[in-house]
């Protein structure tokens, strides 16, 4: 009983194309072709907006800076790790449009999907240079079952 009156079958509307649960075309409205949502491709039709190149730029810097823990605390800490990862950011960008211009320069015929490649790890490298070395502290440590054996050894034999 809904609101005082018996519940009964529901009418199908006009607009509705099943009748019954049974489409009316003989098309599952869910695995129609329009009900799907619209799936992302990586596909080289849809170029990169700018700004997500943007981002890219700037996820790269970001990575290269927790690579580097403690100059990402120190920058964290000072509240100056957004500022100084979007420097880099458009550092990046730029050394790579400038190195891209020049191997289009000296190498007109090669394959531009080549040259930004090669321009983008040159660009890469030359930030990388800039910044301060990953310590060994920053590094994972390798770990060895013999490493691992040893330590157990020195330590069980205090006890």
Sequence with gaps: MIGGRKAGPIAPSVADPCVGGVPQDGIN??????????????NQNHPLKPKEKAMQYKTIVLEMLQQRTELHEQLRR???LLTTMETYAKEL?????????????????????QTSS?????????????????????????????????????????G
Excluded: C, W, Y
């Design 93 to 113: 960008k730029a050394s790579h449009e400038t190195i891209m211009a020049d191997l289009r320069q000296a190498n007109p015929d090669s394959d531009p999907a």
């Design 29 to 42: 409205p869910r695995s129609s072709p329009r009900s799907q949502p619209n799936r992302l491709t990586n």
């Design 78 to 80: 000072e509240r100056k």
């Design 118 to 158: 090669e321009a983008f790890e040159m660009a890469l490298k030359e930030l990388e240079d800039r910044l301060p070395p990953v310590s060994a502290m920053d590094e994972p440590a390798e770990l060895s079952l013999s490493g691992a054996m040893a330590f157990i050894r020195s330590h069980s034999r205090r």
